[in-house]
């Protein structure tokens, strides 16, 4: 026990010194149940429980469990005797350490690593459990080499592999796009609402349980990610998405690598002609020997989003996907792009409203022609249409007629067909007939909307309309309807009924729908999140001498029988040390046995700046 509570003590002090951040990454890696944790003490306590370790250890490589090992056979040891033991060089067992350290099983402090006690006695009931032993994890080698495949038809892997690396790109493009429209709902339970799950697999062109793969690819490259209740398009996305397409390959590719251990990259760039089946498989349980279950099913996924991103095809890297690990992903993307098709600018117009894309269109153009047209199917062939409802929206976000024509003119190959620019002209025409306020102080009923128009047979359509109905609109005067709700609300909803309305003169045009940053809904909450806030609020964040922080420091050296040096500082400014066995803590004040002078002393927690275990 007293082991037990040093290394409490020593970790909770680490632990107040991290960042939200950084502790919640480990309570949510741990799997660490946030409704329990009071203080940052209770958070220690919980981490050095065998089952919260032995799920720390299950995600450790062989070589860094092999150095944790080693490491453990004494109090504390040097990192370079640690190399020295194994064998290895200094730097790459450093490097293994901090992996451990990121996990919170060691402590290292002036390159001097500790392996938790608890760590130290999880890894030696293993051989008890079927897992490797201290020696088989520091001297038994990996299993036999990946076999070599015909390398006779690589061309075609090549075109299987840059045609779903092209048909992925888009797909992650589409959702980005459809999330920084309007962001989709997460449920309290995890996961995204199934209308708003329904919406993306139909913009992206997959299977509804497809998505969950996909998207995890769009956060892992910092596209999309979840926030107050919502996932929605990051910042970065809206770079990420104008990008030619080789280049947005590049990003997220770049970041699905950067998540595979750095032995089996470097043993898949080895061998660029290996088939990626058994003999990986068991390469990957050997290097993760207490992987377990959770390992296959990580494994499948990244495996899954190879194969989606071009990197494998048929169980075997492919040209592309060699270089990306063998030669990073600026080498991979360089080998892709000669084999996608190459952006087009100009389009073909026709006169059933239609605009069909020869190929992948410019992603600035496509964006421009976005605000103008709907997209009926995205991918090689691009397809939009020309609707009043485009054309309304595109006006509304500030462009005229002629500035959408002279763009059509110049994007088609042929020309501008009469019935759109009819269209346009029309539909421009009649934008703003109808037009959204807020109501004056003087409008009856307590009216927040004021709604007018110069067409008396548009008004009325507006108060008879069912879609309308909600508003609750009323005539108040000839060519006046008023509502009480928001006039954003107001606008937006006769828009959506496809009326020509638009904000009056003086009335700054609200956000369009889901461009706002949505309210979470209450039932949406984090309990890790609530549980960081709760550490904070319970273990005072600040020197040694916090009342609170030693307070609890001392509750745990008692509860643990537990030895601790403490530094009190004295009246006149000095300060002294005793070595003291704690007893109790009450009203302010601490009481242990004085080790020297065998005499019980009470110290008031405020004069004591310093407690550190002595075992």
């Not at 860094?64 to 990192?79: C, I, Y």
């Not at 797909?171 to 709902?185: D, K, M, N």
């Not at 660029?272 to 068991?282: I, V």
């Not at 601790?564 to 004295?570: D, G, M, N």
Request: hydrophobic letters at 45%.
């Amino acid at each position: 026990m007293p082991a037990t509570s040093s290394a409490s003590l020593a970790l909770a002090a680490r632990l107040r010194d991290l960042d939200d951040a950084s502790v919640t990454r480990i309570i949510r890696e741990r799997s660490i149940s946030p409704t329990s944790l009071r203080d940052i003490f209770d958070l220690a306590e919980a981490l050095l429980d065998p089952a919260a370790i032995g799920i720390a250890l299950a995600r450790q490589t062989r070589p860094t469990l092999a150095a944790l090992v080693t490491a453990g056979e004494a109090e504390s040891m040097p990192v370079a005797d640690v190399a020295r033991r194994l064998d290895r060089p200094v730097d790459q067992v450093r490097s293994d350490l901090h992996a451990a350290l990121d996990a919170v099983l060691i402590d290292l402090v002036d390159d001097t690593v500790t392996v938790w006690p608890t760590v130290v006695a999880e890894l030696a009931q293993w051989p008890q459990r079927g897992l490797p032993g201290s020696e088989a994890l520091t001297s038994e080698h990996p299993p036999v080499s990946l076999d070599a495949v015909d390398d006779a038809d690589r061309a075609s892997v090549d075109r299987g592999a840059a045609e779903r690396a092209f048909t992925t790109t888009t797909q992650l493009t589409e959702i980005v796009l459809a999330l920084a429209e309007a962001p989709g709902r997460l449920l309290a339970r995890g996961g995204l609402s199934l209308p708003d799950a329904k919406r993306l697999a139909e913009v992206a062109g997959v299977e509804l349980d497809e998505l969950p793969l996909i998207l995890d690819l769009a956060s892992l490259a910092d596209l999309v990610e979840d926030d107050d209740g919502f996932t929605r398009a990051t910042t970065r996305s809206d770079e990420w998405r104008r990008a030619p397409l080789a280049d947005r390959w590049q990003q997220v590719a770049e970041a699905w690598v950067a998540l595979l251990p750095v032995e089996l990259v470097e043993l898949l760039a080895s061998r660029p002609l290996a088939r990626w089946g058994a003999a990986l498989t068991d390469f990957v349980h050997w290097l993760y020997p207490a992987g377990g279950d959770a390992l296959d099913t990580r494994m499948a996924r990244r495996g899954a989003q190879g194969e989606r991103l071009g990197v494998t095809a048929d169980g075997r890297a492919s040209t592309m996907g060699a270089a990306l690990l063998s030669r990073g992903a600026a080498a991979a993307s360089a080998v892709l792009a000669p084999l996608v098709p190459p952006d087009v600018d100009q389009v073909y117009l026709q006169h059933d409203l239609t605009v069909v894309s020869p190929g992948p269109l410019a992603a600035h153009l496509d964006e421009r022609l976005r605000r103008l047209a709907d997209v009926e199917s995205a991918g090689l062939a691009g397809r939009y249409r020309v609707t009043a409802d485009s054309v309304t929206r595109a006006v509304a976000l500030g462009e005229s007629a002629e500035e959408l024509l002279a763009f059509l003119e110049q994007l088609s190959l042929t020309g501008v067909p009469q019935p759109v620019e009819y269209l346009i002209r029309e539909t421009a025409a009649r934008y703003g007939s109808v037009r959204v306020a807020p109501a004056d102080d003087g409008e009856r009923g307590g009216a927040r909307a004021l709604v007018t128009s110069e067409d008396r047979l548009l008004l009325d359509s507006l108060l008879v309309d069912a879609a309308t109905a909600p508003l609750g609109l009323q005539l108040s005067s000839p060519g006046r309807a008023v509502s009480r709700f928001e006039p954003a609300v107001v606008l937006w909803t006769l828009i959506d009924a496809r009326y020509p309305a638009a904000p009056a003169d003086g009335f700054p045009a609200p956000e369009r729908p889901g461009r706002t940053r949505p309210v979470a809904p209450v039932s949406v909450t984090d309990p890790v999140a609530d549980a960081v806030a709760r550490i904070r609020s319970g273990s005072t964040v600040g020197t040694d001498g916090d009342d609170a922080w030693v307070g609890r420091q001392w509750e745990l050296a008692v509860r643990g029988k537990l030895a601790v040096r403490a530094t009190v500082r004295l009246p006149d400014g000095s300060e002294r040390s005793f070595d003291l066995e704690p007893t109790g803590i009450a009203a302010g004040r601490v009481r242990g046995r004085d080790r020297d002078a065998d005499v019980e002393r009470t110290l008031p927690i405020a004069s004591i700046t310093g407690l550190e275990p002595l075992e």
